[in-house]
């Protein structure tokens, strides 16, 4: 009996370690930067257009919705301690040729008009301060509605009409064109419109975004290449990348851009395949973390992108669905393609787990020094 008490304990010393590992970079918060609010209405014969931006970054020349770069960026800096009256004149003489390139088409092109920026006092320099902007346009006679086409280079921008009933609530990054939107509104997006129009949105983050969440998905599948287990992991990885974009998103909770990254989610579990091919509820915890850790490392994409304030629930939705979506696709055919390559031999499906486990893990370390070897 006590010959088997000390590998019992040694062995869930081992599983507490690795799941320690994969939960380890999920701890971290921090706060990350919204889009550009647009918000408009019209009063007589004027459509006035209230942008709410961090103008600081716009005068640096930075991404408004850019997880880094303002803490190397000095100009950003001088930039954020300066008083209202100090930083007005600058935001004007920038606002009035870019407003240039903010195209309103009401019946055919209107010219802009700068009315004037607020600004909040410092505050704390190392928070984003939001000001507002505001321009105005004529509105021709007979005009029942209006595109805007957000410019190149400004971030995304959240459109949102006011003052009207139904109102239109959309998102654009730079060079898109809102549909027309009517003057006296009605044009609100259906939850049916905002789920087609964020699932792509999701799928192509996925795909387009690196190696990390592929291979992140990849370590699921090569645990014992047994359908069980297989589907129980992704079940809960699932649930984690929906639970995390949707905290990220309502701000419930969020991580730095250091922390987002999965590299040493995706090690831990590389390892933990090596170590031990059985399903237990600590490599459960272990996965819904990693998809968790997904899930809130996808909220700056998302926050980048834009959320319509008036549609976060199925943005989110469709978002997380959409990331879902490619990740099973995805994990569906390696585990397809190593069953049929081994011809489910039991013998040959552990000789291969384990060697793309530890392919994995390689990778996996690779990408977690990677940013002190070359950064």
């Known amino acids: 009996m006590r010959d088997g008490f000390k590998p019992a304990i040694l062995s869930r010393l081992k599983v507490l370690v690795l799941s320690v590992v994969a939960l380890l970079p999920s701890f971290a918060l921090a706060q990350s930067p919204g889009p550009t609010i647009v ?125 009207v009933s139904a109102p239109y609530t959309g998102y654009l990054i730079g060079g898109q064109t809102t549909p027309v939107i009517p003057l006296q509104g009605g044009a609100a997006l259906t939850t049916e419109q905002t789920l087609r129009t964020f699932v792509p949105k999701g799928l192509s983050e996925v795909l387009t975004s690196g190696p990390k969440p592929i291979l992140l998905v990849l370590t699921l599948v090569f645990l014992s290449l047994n359908l069980r287990p297989f589907l129980m992991q992704l079940l809960f990885f699932s649930l984690g990348i929906v639970i995390g974009l949707g905290a990220g998103a309502l701000d419930a909770l969020s991580i730095s851009a250091a922390a987002a990254s999965q590299s040493l989610a995706i090690v831990g579990l590389a390892v933990w395949n090596l170590i031990s091919r059985r399903m237990q509820i600590l490599r459960v915890i272990a996965v819904f973390a990693a998809g968790l850790l997904l899930g809130l490392a996808l909220t700056f994409a998302l926050t980048k992108i834009g959320v319509p304030p008036n549609h976060l629930p199925p943005a989110i939705l469709g978002f997380a669905g959409g990331a879902v979506l490619a990740l099973c696709a995805v994990a569906f055919a390696a585990f397809a393609a190593s069953v049929v390559i081994t011809g489910g031999s039991h013998r040959l499906q552990g000789r291969a787990s384990i060697l793309a486990s530890m392919v994995i893990a390689g990778v996996g370390v690779f990408l977690t020094v990677e940013p002190w070897l070359f950064g």
């Not at 920038?94 to 055919?108: C, E, H, R, S, Y």
């Open 39 to 163: 918000e408009v209405w019209t009063k007589s014969d004027t459509l006035f257009l209230d942008i709410s931006l961090n103008a600081e970054a716009f005068l640096a020349g930075i991404d408004p919705q850019s997880a880094t770069g303002f803490d190397d960026n000095r100009h950003y800096k001088d930039l954020r301690q300066l008083v209202s009256s100090e930083l007005e004149p600058k935001v004007k003489a920038f606002a009035k040729p870019w407003m240039q390139t903010l195209q309103v088409d009401v019946a055919g092109p209107v010219v802009l008009s700068y009315e004037g920026v607020s600004i909040p006092v410092v505050g704390d320099p190392e928070t984003v301060r939001v000001s507002k902007l505001l321009l105005t346009a004529p509105l021709p006679e007979g005009a029942s509605g209006f595109r805007l086409t957000w410019p190149d280079g400004s971030g995304s921008a959240v459109i949102k009409q006011q003052r």
